[in-house]
């Protein structure tokens, strides 16, 4: 299969260097103290946070810092296989663990000692990007519970197929078996938070291509940042209306 054509398009007609169209909300969950969703092209997820509150399990309580879990899921109708996915597989499993570490790293733990944060995420639907997309959404769906973090995390992913670097692949760029790199950034600080490849590459292609990635997340924060102002706003004028 040809995935850059001699236009230089791709297979969903974006340049090698172009990103997916964004779209996000933030509060979609009434009840839960932050959540978002996140939409990176076709992909679609769902994040909801829980917390700072008591421990639910003594035994795991931390009394010089919070406790931060995180539980990933991917939606039986999210992909177009059907398959039914079994609660706690190994792969949710090290997905979770990814994100966790991922937004532990930002979330300031220390400031909400013996008390527990959950992270709930949810692949709604599933066309590549997904690890990406649950942690640009749990950033949303923490800053809109308002936990203290040092700074905002968001990833990306790029890989590498045909000699070509491709920024954000979709699932059929994803699944030709090419190099894939996934980065979890803090923007402000620019520290990579989260560094993962499927296959192996060439130092200097790996170094372009990584680079790609970074910078994919660097656009995401732009994006996210104009996300958050915009629902200050929002919650600004709705409280002059109230008084």
Do not use: W
């Not at 850059?4 to 009434?30: K, N, T």
């Not at 931390?62 to 899921?73: K, N, P, T």
């Not at 997340?217 to 209306?241: F, H, P, S, W």
């Amino acid at each position: 299969m040809e995935y850059i054509s001699p236009e230089g398009l791709r297979v969903d007609g974006r340049r090698p260097l172009e990103m997916r169209q964004l779209h996000a909300q933030v509060g979609v969950v009434d009840k839960a103290d932050g959540s978002a969703i996140f939409e990176m092209g076709n992909t679609k997820v769902i994040a909801v946070v829980y917390g700072p509150r008591e421990v639910q399990n003594k035994s795991q309580q931390l009394h010089d810092q919070a406790l931060v879990r995180c539980e990933y899921s991917m939606a039986n109708f999210s992909t177009g296989d059907r398959v039914r996915r079994p609660k706690g597989d190994r792969r949710s499993t090290e997905i979770s663990l990814v994100i966790r570490q991922t937004m532990a790293a930002a979330i300031l733990t220390r400031l909400m000692p013996r008390s527990q944060i959950d992270i709930f995420v949810q692949v709604l639907q599933a066309d590549g990007g997904t690890r990406s997309a649950c942690i640009n959404a749990a950033t949303l769906a923490l800053a809109d519970a308002g936990i203290p973090m040092c700074d905002l995390i968001t990833s990306c992913a790029a890989g590498y197929l045909n000699s070509t670097p491709l920024l954000d692949m979709n699932y059929v760029e994803d699944s030709a078996g090419g190099p894939d790199v996934t980065v979890g950034l803090m923007a402000k600080m620019e520290k990579v938070t989260l560094l993962q490849m499927d296959a192996k590459l060439p130092l200097d292609i790996f170094e372009s291509v990584m680079q790609l990635a970074i910078e994919g997340c660097k656009a995401i924060v732009r994006y996210i940042q104009e996300v958050l102002l915009e629902n200050t706003k929002q919650l600004e004028y709705q409280k002059v209306l109230r008084t």
